[in-house]
């Protein structure tokens, strides 16, 4: 209980602070010269430090820091000569006096026949301290070797620099993602009559403008969203019942959210609590919220479930993921998700990894078994003076495998889409069907369905009982190994 009101005291205090309490400032850089900075380390968190010398801070970018040096500038050499009766010639650079009763503290020149002391002359330093070992004047400061970069106490014995400045990324202005957030995989997008009719242009084997994305920033730098090891859906047990796979993705990605935070509550990492027709799931450490889900949906039923347990405090760890997933146990065995049981290793990634999204993995799971087109790889995310801190895949996906054959090979026998095929770029994909004309003009003589024959004799049934063995020993796997 006191945990409970502890944590409804932390999410009002949260709720109510000033928006620039929340403020993140970043930096990175390029560092492996492939044109983005979204591989591990090329990007960090800036801290707050001190000038080295003085009281005020600068945010400071930890990302290619470089130890700063200590200045020294050259001593003024004064020519003059202190011992009695010698003075200084500058022909050969030189105290000498001449040779009276023989040279006492000095040398003799025969050939001059006078004495003299070379080494009369006294190094002074305008400002600074000078040092014997170096025979320079410390000026006891600091610089850049980078160049006119700030050096800032970071601990060390020596100030450090960096050349990368730190942007605020919760402003809009310095974090710009530059493609959608979410693009469903099928959409209505025409109207249609009271008998649901299409009443606008009818296309064939459309396709769907995607996208999954590997390491970066935003899902993590170990975690690849397009990682799916085994083509997971085929014609046979898919085909127009698309829109089924799709739905399952949904149930499966949810469960797999379901999981991770019931994971993180059963730690301590995070807590839950319903609180205005929301169920808030918040960070035990920062004072952040993690998630929120309306009040009576499964997947808030399945974390309320968790932190019960929990709070029981008589449960394991497993016991508690468990306890959470309960409302989700029959998701893996109903009819409408049978299909997708291989691609519960790609949402893995979710209770166990970091950020990949129901977009990341519909799409992973059908670029894998080959129901995409494949249109390249561009920046997603940008961060200013920075660069591309995320990267996408861009795809062309359709409902199967015939579709995309039909498709690639089908467009280059049309004038309207030319040789090529007019895919478009991956930033402005070209996904469209063909219309009933064009699609009467093909020659599918010319077009080699072979692949798509291999489909039909696979064994589904197998695959799906496979799948989930494997499932449930990865589980238990990681378990394991966090113990």
């Not at 993140?24 to 900075?37: K, Q, R």
């Not at 087109?373 to 660069?387: A, D, P, S």
Request: hydrophobic residues 35%.
């Amino acid at each position: 209980m006191r945990r409970t009101v502890a944590l409804l005291v932390m999410i009002c205090f949260v709720m109510g602070m000033p928006v620039n309490a929340l403020a993140v400032f970043s930096c990175g850089a390029d560092l492996n010269g492939d044109g983005f900075a979204d591989a591990a380390g090329e990007t960090a968190a800036c801290y707050s430090a001190p000038l080295w010398g003085q009281d005020n801070s600068q945010w400071f970018c930890p990302v290619q820091a470089t130890d700063c040096q200590r200045d020294f500038t050259q001593p003024v050499i004064e020519q003059t000569c202190s011992l009695p009766g010698f003075s200084y010639v500058e022909l050969r650079d030189r105290c000498e006096s001449p040779v009276s009763s023989g040279c006492s503290g000095a040398q003799y020149d025969p050939t001059l026949n006078v004495c003299f002391a070379s080494s009369l002359a006294t190094p002074t330093c305008p400002t600074g301290t000078y040092d014997q070992a170096t025979g320079m004047c410390d000026q006891e400061t600091y610089s850049c070797p980078l160049g006119g970069y700030s050096c800032l106490d970071t601990g060390g014995a020596v100030p450090q620099c960096s050349p990368n400045p730190c942007i605020d990324v919760a402003n809009p202005a310095n974090d710009v993602t530059l493609l959608p957030s979410k693009e469903p995989m099928l959409q209505n997008d025409g109207q249609v009559d009271a008998n649901g009719n299409c009443l606008g242009e009818i296309y064939i084997f459309s396709g769907k403008a995607t996208k999954c994305r590997p390491g970066g920033m935003t899902v993590g730098y170990a975690n690849d969203c397009c990682d799916s090891s085994d083509p997971v859906v085929m014609d046979s047990t898919t085909g127009s019942k698309i829109n089924n796979v799709a739905s399952a993705i949904s149930t499966v990605y949810e469960m797999a959210q379901v999981g991770y935070y019931s994971y993180q509550i059963s730690t301590g990492a995070m807590a839950a609590v319903e609180y205005g027709g929301q169920v808030v799931v918040y960070n035990m450490a920062n004072g952040t919220i993690a998630a929120s889900y309306a009040s009576g949906t499964a997947t808030a039923s399945g974390v309320m479930a968790a932190q019960g347990t929990a709070t029981a405090g008589a449960a394991t760890t497993t016991g508690t993921v468990t306890s959470g997933l309960s409302s989700y146990a029959s998701a893996l065995f109903n009819p409408t998700t049978i299909a997708i049981a291989i691609v519960v290793m790609v949402v893995m990634k979710v209770m166990f990894g970091d950020g990949c999204s129901p977009e990341d993995i519909e799409t992973a799971m059908l670029a894998n078994s080959d129901y995409c087109h494949y249109l390249g790889t561009i920046c997603e995310r940008k961060w200013k003076f920075v660069g591309c801190v995320q990267r996408a895949k861009r795809f062309c996906c359709f409902n199967s495998k015939m579709a995309r054959i039909v498709q690639e090979q089908g467009r280059p026998q049309l004038r309207a889409f030319g040789p090529s095929g007019d895919w478009g770029t991956a930033e402005n994909p070209n996904c469209r069907g063909f219309t009933p004309q064009e699609f009467q003009q093909l020659d599918f003589s010319r077009i080699d369905l072979t692949e798509y024959f291999g489909d039909i004799q696979q064994n589904m049934s197998q695959k799906i009982q496979d799948a989930q063995s494997t499932v449930q020993q990865k589980v238990q796997e990681h378990y394991q190994q966090i113990r």
